[in-house]
């Protein structure tokens, strides 16, 4: 493996972390509360190996790839690259203070900021996956 390798692995985790979201979610939804508890934390760590490995790429590289496209789909990317990059700053927060009130059983509190957190979270690893396709193997 080398740091070229890495977009490809932070695709794959965040990919990962989109399922184990989705699951937990769904194991929520039937009141399982051991298992949505299971899933998250697992979307939690990771989405922490991922931020690990996308920080190493950005500073261990100079790579720089460019996308290709043009007119329509140009836009396109663009608007859901801005869009992913502005929402994943407000993730960590959002899914340490969520994981942080679940884990000390603060229900309602925790319902109330997790609203919030997986639909942004959800979008943000699903759309990393996206801006990765876009970017690496997309038809030009």
Known sequence: MSVSD?????ALLNG?????????????RKKDIRRHRAMM???????GIFLI???????????????????LVRTVYFSILISHSVLAVAVPPLAIITLFRGLKMKVERHRAIARW??????YVSFTGVVVYVMLYHFPV
């Open 16 to 28: 990962i972390a989109t399922t184990f979201l989705i699951a937990g979610f769904l194991f929520i």
């Open 53 to 71: 490995t996308y920080i190493t790429y950005h500073f261990t590289t100079e790579l720089l790839t460019r996308f290709q496209g043009e007119g």
């Open 41 to 47: 934390l697992a979307a939690f760590i990771t989405s």
């Open 6 to 10: 890495l977009p490809t692995i932070n």
């Open 117 to 122: 957190t997986l639909p942004i979270w959800l």
